[in-house]
């Protein structure tokens, strides 16, 4: 008996070693970045698009060799979108010293969370997607973006989308309680004054609730013209459909939350006449960005989406930053803070990225609506 | 506004009555609250837009199927988590009730995934959509009437049960004393299944008419509507079925009028701060009797 547990404990020894083994034999010859999206829950097709968009990228970087000759590794942290799980995964990123930097997080709420943990252990943060302006402050120096802010998104949604594309005055706001959304709703309300909008009401909603009704109706009752959906894609096709059921027959509009093919997967025939904001559409975009959008078609088989497009750029602009100054965390910082001018920027998919000392970048916003059930450029 | 907030209200009340009389039932017979009973309701969506999309099935057929189908599951419930564990403190079997809510949330994830899925395009019959009826300026569609129908005739039922047939009344033989039952020869275990399967049925029920009238199913749908549920049957006293009832329906209508008339950002708490303030005047909740002695409403 005694035989068999020492047995036992010499195999598990073995399994460790080899565990062990395994993990720093893949350590050694690679480049280690991190990765955080939702991966599962609610939001999870944001994820899949995120890993549709490095995995093309980093395809091409390790077919042509690596970065100077080290291959790159990807490593995946699930946040859900959730601060509390983006505390867990960027303390996972910070501790793993082979992680020299990270693309993400996804969510504004998840970035605000981990940013903290970031600039503590010094590891550079280079988010696709989050565009909450606070974040800036938060990363002190540590955090980048190649996406516009909600600052812009919502001016932009309040003083041309609104009024000149729907041709619309009265704006009800249907919010998500996140940092997202709210900041995005306060930067449409200040865009919308100047702009001459009347908001009739604004109504906010916790995630992963199912009914809206009580809201709409109440939203409803003043008469709006267009509804603002301000927030992620899986609300916003519920409430697409329920306001369409309570009679509701006007144009729907939100921001680059809602762009997912999920959200007409979801809203079906309801999630008709939608426009919203992104910061890159492949109709607008230049000779590479319609290259890449013909590349990620055929290596996916669906249309590409801002969130897979930024993702892209983002491990491009890493790639070439290492590239320039190696894997120490601290020089790739400092590498990224040194495109601080179009002639030091990055020429991607999503056009010219470069960074102002809050590590924001200025892109154009394109907008797009759901025609027949299809996205499609809007006009 | 008013009017329609009250049908919005009165929509979803009638839902948490129908969940929140699966918690009031089972605790009547063996004194747990099942927590997983929120999963069985998140089942029931999930097997109805199974049977739809893969097996083709009309909408009213998977309806009963995937009702038949959660009824079956709440059974092998008890009987896989709960039966083992009946002589033991009641703490266990709480927390195995936990326990099973969590295993099942995760593995309706892993068949069906975490995404929210709508509920099959088409699969429901076209004049659901189309209003029935109108009255002070709010439309009623065919979907609330079915709704309202399902309901009331399901509650009116589990009360002719409880109340008339034999099966019924074993029941409430064992809710009122399980050993008593037993030496009048009343088969406990075969009642304790047959109430988890009534149980099962109308989450399940409740689960497929949520999915496709709000349009989502995903595999934590059954968490905040099990709360809800769960704190309509202790607003209505805990182990009394009139009680679950009422307070779904109390508990939707506030939710509606809250967010409606105070803050939507409240909404939640406001059915909460219902439930507490009626716990805190009625102690028992509004049907539930004093437990003087053992003895327990049905």
């Known amino acids: ?379 | 506004m008013f009017l329609q907030q009250l049908v919005n209200g009165l929509t979803i009340g009638g839902i948490y009555a129908m969940i929140a009389v699966g918690y009031t039932m089972i605790y009547g017979v063996i004194q747990l609250i099942n927590f997983a009973h929120g999963e069985i309701y998140m089942l029931g969506a999930f097997f109805a837009i199974t049977f739809i999309s893969f097996l083709g099935l009309p909408f009213y057929v998977a309806f009963l199927v995937a009702m038949a189908c959660c009824a079956v599951c709440g059974v092998l419930l008890d009987i896989v988590a709960y039966r083992p564990l009946r002589q033991s403190p009641r703490l266990a079997a709480l927390i195995t009730a936990i326990g099973m809510s969590i295993f099942l949330q995760n593995l309706a994830m892993i068949i069906w995934g975490s995404r929210p899925k709508p509920f099959p395009h088409g699969a429901l019959p076209a004049y659901f959509e189309k209003t029935a009826v109108t009255f002070g300026g709010v439309n009623l569609s065919w979907f609330h009437l079915f709704i309202f129908t399902i309901t009331i005739i399901m509650m009116v039922g589990l009360n002719l049960i409880i109340k008339k047939t034999k099966w019924g009344k074993a029941m409430r033989a064992v809710a009122q004393n399980k050993t008593m039952a037993a030496l009048t020869g009343i088969n406990v275990n075969r009642v304790i299944s047959y109430t988890f399967a009534l149980a099962g049925a109308l989450g399940g029920a409740a689960g497929i008419m949520v999915g496709a009238f709000y349009n989502a199913i995903f595999p934590t749908m059954g968490y905040v509507a099990g709360v809800k549920a769960f704190a309509a049957a202790v607003l209505g006293g805990i182990g009394s079925v009139p009680g679950a009832m009422l307070g779904g329906v109390i508990l939707g209508v506030a939710e509606a009028l809250g967010a409606g008339y105070l803050s939507s950002l409240y909404r939640d708490g406001i059915s909460y701060a219902v439930m507490i303030i009626v716990i805190i005047l009625i102690p028992a909740g509004l049907f539930g009797k004093v437990l003087k002695e053992t003895k327990k409403s049905m």
Request: proline fraction near 4%; charge should be positive.
């Open chain 1, 1 to 379: 008996m005694k035989k068999r547990q020492s047995f036992l404990f010499v195999g598990l020894l073995v399994c460790v070693a080899l565990v062990f083994g395994m993990t720093s034999g893949a350590m050694a010859g690679k480049i280690r970045i991190g990765v955080a999206a939702p991966f599962t829950g609610n939001l999870a097709s944001y994820g899949d698009n995120i890993k549709a968009g490095v995995n093309l990228k980093l395809k091409e970087i390790n077919d042509a060799g690596g970065i100077n000759g080290q291959k790159v590794q990807l490593v995946w942290g699930d946040d859900l979108c959730q601060p509390k799980d983006a505390g867990i995964v960027g303390a996972k990123f910070a501790a793993d010293k082979s992680i020299v930097a990270v693309i993400g997080h996804l969510c504004s709420s998840a970035t605000l969370a981990a940013m903290p943990i970031y600039v503590r252990a010094g590891l550079p943060a280079l988010s696709p997607t989050s565009t909450n302006p606070t974040i800036g402050d938060v990363g002190k120096g540590w955090f980048f973006r190649n996406c516009y802010t909600d600052d812009f998104q919502g001016k932009y949604l309040a003083s041309y989308v609104v009024p000149k594309l729907l041709g619309k005055k009265k704006v009800a706001i249907f919010y998500e309680n996140n940092d997202y959304a709210i900041g995005l709703k306060d930067s449409f309300v200040a865009g919308a004054k100047s702009a001459g909008l009347t908001v009739t009401g604004a109504e906010a909603y916790m995630t992963g609730t199912t009914d809206f009704t009580p809201q709409l109706t109440k939203l409803l009752r003043d008469k709006p013209e267009t509804i603002f959906l301000c927030g992620y894609h899986p609300e916003g096709a519920l409430i697409a459909g329920q306001s369409r059921k309570l009679g509701f027959n006007g144009p729907l509009f939100g921001a680059d939350g809602i762009d997912n093919e999920d959200y007409i997967k979801i809203g079906g025939k309801a999630a008709d006449n939608t426009y919203c904001t992104v910061p890159f559409l492949a109709a607008s975009a230049g000779p590479a960005g319609k290259d890449f959008a013909k590349q990620y078609k055929k290596a996916y088989g669906r249309d590409v989406d801002w969130m897979s497009a930024n993702a892209y750029d983002c491990l491009g602009i890493l790639a070439q930053v290492i590239g320039k100054v190696g894997t120490d965390r601290k020089k790739i910082r400092d590498g990224l803070a040194a495109m601080n001018w179009p002639q030091f920027g990055y020429k991607g998919v999503t056009g010219l990225t470069y960074f102002n000392e809050k590590g924001d970048c200025s892109k154009p916003a394109f907008v797009k609506k759901v025609e027949n059930g299809k996205f499609v450029a809007a006009k």
